[in-house]
C-alpha cells in the first residue's frame, strides 16, 4: 500500500531555557487559524483517508463498532423522591440526553428536559454535567457544541422539561449547589476570556447572570479549581478548592455569621466532604495515602473523627445515607461497595464483580440508594442498592451481542522491580500465544485508576481474536498517593519504564510478538505514547496516539495547560525544565531513525490539549522518517477532525468512524 509523503516546511527557531538552545522548526504549527497550518491538515486529513480507507477490513469494524455503539449506556444519575435524572444514551442514539424517569419502572416513561443534539446537523452538542434542586422541581446543566466543553448553564423545570430564561456562559465543568427553596444556586464560572481563575458565584433565578455576587475567588494560584456544595437547609457553604492534583483546600462558610473557617488549607492532601446533617463526612489521604474516612462537626471543625481507617484498598467515593454512607472501593482497579452505619460499621454489597463503580447516588429523605456500574463486558447500568444486594433496575442488558469474555488481572516487573498490575480481556475461547494480536492501553497519570470499562473498541478487538491488555501504571491511584506520586514531577520516567516493561512482558511470556502488538493512549497517555515511540522505536509495530500532549517545553502555554504543571513541572522552573526536557518527545525524535508506524489523532475543538502537539510531532516524524529505507511499510499518519474536541460529547457516528479507523491500522499492521 503506498503513503503518501507531504512535505513541511522546517523554519530556524531556536529558544534559549536556562542555558539550554531547544529548537522548535515547527513552530508555525501552532498557529491552528493560518491559513498555512489549516492548507497542511487539509493534506494530511487527505492523504490519512487515502491509506485509511484502502483497507478493506475497515468497513467490518465500523460495521462492528456500530453494533456495540447501539448499546444503551447511563452516565450519571441522580434521585429525588420517587424520579430518577438521568443523563443516557438511548439505543441507537447518536447523544446522550437528559431526562426523568420513574424510579419504580425507568423503562416506562421518559420526560426530556434536554437533547442539544437534536438541533444540530451532526449531533456535535452535548449535555456536560447537571445538577437537581434538593425538592427535584428545578435541574442546572451545562450544553456545549463542538466538543468544546464550554458550557452554557440552562435551568429547567423537572416535571415537563421546560426551559427557564436564566443562561450563563464560562461554566465549563461547573459545580452547582442549590439554595434549599431553589429559588437559586451557588456555582462556579471563568472570567470571561480566561481559562483559569474559576469563581464562586450566587444567582438568583431570573437575574442577570453579569449582576452574580462572588462569593469565593481565595486562588492561592490562578488554577486553582473550587467546587461548592451547601448544607440542607442552606446555613453552611462548603468550598472545596483543588490546588494542583495532591492537595485540596476546604473552607466552610457559615452563611447566618458570614463567617469563612479554614477546614484543611495548604496541606498535601486531597480530601473530599459531604453535608451529614450536623457534621461533614468523606475520605482524606492525610496520613492515609489510599483514603480514610472521617465525619467533621459544623460546630468544631477542627475535631476529626476516623470513622474507617486506611486498609490494604484505595477509597473511591463516599455518599451519606439515611443511616450512615456507602463506599466505593478499588482493589487494583477492581471495584466494590460497602455499606457503612453513622460509625463506620460495615457490611460489603453483592452483586458487584470485575467491574467499575462509575458512580453512587442517595436520597436521604427517602432511603433510596443507587450505583452506576460498569465492566469491561458491560454497559453502565443503574443497580438499586437493597441492603446487602445491588440488582440491576437501568437499563435493560443485551448481552446476545457482547462478546463472551475472558478477563483476568496479573503482575508484571517494572525495570525497578516494582510490581506493575496489568488487565488481559480476550474472547473466552481464544488461547493465548505467539500470533495473537495485541493492544496494549496506558494512561499514568493524574491519580487516574486503570478499572473494567464498557469500550466498544475493546469489545470489537476482542471479538475478532485480538488481545486488549491495560496496564496500571504508577501515575495512576491504583495503591493511592503514593502510587500517584511515584510517577509524576521528577519521576515521571518511572511511568514510562513501567510501559515499556509491560510490552517486554508481553512479548517475554509468549502471549504476543514486536510485530503482533500495537500500543494505543490518550491525552496524558498519548504522552506515554510520545515517550514509547521516541525511547523505545523497537517496542511494537504500530501506535495510536491521541489528542496528545508532546512538547512538553512549551505545554504551559496553551488552553489550560498549566494546570498540569504541579503534575508534570514547570519548564520555567530551571530543575523542573530538566525533567521535562530529559523526555519532551518532540525533541527527542532522531533523524534516520525507524520508528513503528503511527496514527496521530487530535480535534480543532480540543480545549484541553492543544492540536498543535500532534502537528508538530506528526511532522517532525514524517521528517526523521522520509530517507528510511522501508518507510511507507510504517507511516506516520495524521487526522484532525473537525466539530469534535477532547472526546467528551463526541457523537456516536464521529466515534465510530474514528475508532474504525484506528482498528483498521492496527489491523492492517498486526496482520489480523
Known sequence: MSTPSIPTPRHD???EYHGTSVPDPYRWLEDGSSSDTQGWVDAQNRATREVLDAIPARSAWHADLVGFMQLPVVQAVQVRGDRLILLERERGAQQARLVVRPLADPASEVTVIADPAAGTGDAAAAVDWFDTSNDGRLVAYGVSEGGTENSILHVARTDDGAALDDRIPNCRAASVAWDPDAGGFHYTRYPEGDEYHRTVHHHTLGADWHDDPVVWNDHPTPQTWPNVS???????LLVEAMVGWSRTDLHLLDRVTGRWTGIQVGIDAVTDLSFDGDRLIGTTTLDAP????IAVPLDDVG?????VAERDVVLDQLVPTADGFLLSTSATGIGAIERHGRDGASVSVA????STVVQLAADLDHGVELAIVTGFDAPATIHRIDGTTAREIYPDRDDDIVPELSVSHVEYPSSDGTRIGLFLIHRADVDLGPDTPTILNGYGGFAITES????PTIAAWCARGGL???AGLRGGFEHGEEWHSAGKRANKQNVFDDFHAAADWLVGEGITTRDRLAIAGGSNGGLLMGAAITQRPDLCRAVWCAVPLLDMVRFPNFLIARLWTDEYGDPDVAEEFGWLWSYSPYHRIEEGQRYPAVLFTTAEGDTRVDPL????MAAALQHATAEVPGAADGPILFHQEGRAGHGVGKPVGKRADEQADVLAFFSWQLGL
Open 13 to 15: 527557531v531556536v529558544d
Open 452 to 455: 473494567p470499562i464498557w469500550s
Open 351 to 354: 452483586g458487584v464483580d470485575v
Open 230 to 236: 451547601a448544607s440542607s437547609d442552606g446555613n453552611y
Open 303 to 307: 475535631d476529626w473523627t476516623t470513622l
Open 290 to 293: 489510599r483514603g480514610r474516612v
Open 613 to 616: 502537539h500532534a502537528r508538530k
Open 468 to 470: 486488549y491488555a491495560i
